[in-house]
T-cell receptor, first 107, second 113 residues
Framework: GEDVEQSLFLSVREGDSSVINCTYT??????LYWYKQEPGAGLQLLTY?????DMKQDQRLTVLLNKKDKHLSLRIADTQTGDSAIYFC???????FGPGTRLSVLP | SAVISQKPSRDICQRGTSLTIQCQVD?????MFWYRQQPGQSLTLIAT?????????ESGFVIDKFPISRPNLTFSTLTVSNMSPEDSSIYLC??????????FGPGTRLTVL
């Protein structure tokens, strides 16, 4: 089955850029997704990228896709304390989720 | 985008009882799903809720334990039956919209004593 991996923790200083990485095994997904989960809340769809794209930018968010290496990343520019959350990538026809990366933003 | 609501938002239940969670979507969607998120874990798909027919369960989940209904294109229920403390988790409803994007409800936080 699909295997999706992420680093579990990331700490950055406020104002720096954050890069959250995701690797996967299934290359059949048309779209690949990033979700954000704040404490005690459900999942918020942040952004997604179509599989025939290399990059997508949406305000402070940049998604990079390397299909050859099956690597997806989410870059958050000018990271703020409100960005502290768990970030999940999801790939594949059946929306298989990675384990989530807990982003901590230090003042 | 689809807006999804769930009831209840949280509950504390006794061992051996059952709880039914309701999920309402503000628009008609083709597919609805139920996920479980155990403490500190990622999401695990329980089943796909099929409108007008039996749900499709993932490996490790069975209808007797997690009966699901989906009477129309905007509503679904998940029942957690004969609960044990191991069922303590967040249960999330999800709906798939166009273009192939998936949205989540706020979740139901269940604690079983």
């Amino acid at each position: 089955g699909e295997d999706v991996e992420q680093s579990l923790f990331l700490s950055v200083r406020e104002g720096d850029s954050s890069v959250i990485n995701c690797t996967y095994t299934d290359s059949s997904s048309t779209y690949l997704y990033w979700y954000k989960q704040e404490p005690g809340a459900g999942l918020q769809l942040l952004t997604y990228i179509f599989s025939n794209m290399d990059m997508k930018q949406d305000q402070r968010l940049t998604v990079l896709l390397n299909k050859k290496d099956k690597h997806l990343s989410l870059r958050i520019a000018d990271t703020q304390t409100g960005d502290s959350a768990i970030y999940f990538c999801a790939v594949g026809q059946n929306f298989v989720f990675g384990p989530g990366t807990r982003l901590s933003v230090l003042p | 985008s689809a807006v999804i609501s769930q009831k209840p938002s949280r509950d504390i239940c006794q061992r051996g009882t059952s709880l039914t969670i309701q999920c309402q979507v503000d628009s008609q969607v083709t597919m609805m799903f139920w996920y479980r998120q155990q403490p500190g874990q990622s999401l695990t798909l329980i089943a796909t809720a099929n409108q007008g027919s039996e749900a499709t369960y993932e490996s490790g989940f069975v209808i007797d334990k997690f009966p699901i209904s989906r009477p129309n294109l905007t509503f679904s229920t998940l029942t957690v039956s004969n609960m044990s403390p191991e069922d303590s988790s967040i249960y999330l409803c999800s709906a798939r919209d166009q273009p192939d994007t998936q949205y989540f409800g706020p979740g139901t936080r269940l604690t079983v004593l």
